[in-house]
Nanobody
């Protein structure tokens, strides 16, 4: 079974930065894409960013493009989300996920989910 553990969330003022990490363990899944999704209270879970772990290609939601950067480590079992210029509307629970195929931009094509980490941006 695959396990995903997120970390790095917290409380930050508007304009600040946070770096989220997602560490995968369990059976090998190095050929599958990974991504970040977020869910704010009263809203559906939405796509944030993803990365192909074979080609290195990336995808971003329009709302975060230019502010957030997704990356991977050398072993390809850990992904990061560097979040800069944070705004109040970025407040949400952020989830790491493993996808079935590339491109990975929809929740319905996720195979595994982490437990989530809370990001709160104060204005």
């Amino acid at each position: 079974q695959v396990q995903l553990v997120e970390s790095g969330g917290g409380l930050v003022q508007a304009g600040g930065s946070l770096r989220l990490s997602c560490v995968g363990s369990g059976r090998t899944f190095s050929s599958f894409p990974m991504g970040w999704f977020r869910q704010a209270p009263g809203k559906e879970r939405e796509f944030v960013a993803s990365i192909s772990r074979t080609s290195g290609r990336t995808a971003y939601a329009d709302s975060v493009k230019g502010r957030f950067t997704i990356s991977r480590d050398g072993a390809d079992n850990t992904v990061y989300l560097q979040m800069n210029s944070l705004q109040a509307e970025d407040t949400a629970i952020y989830y790491c996920a493993v996808g079935k195929f590339w491109p990975f931009v929809q929740t319905r094509t996720a195979d595994y989910w982490g437990q989530g980490t809370q990001v709160t941006v104060s204005s």
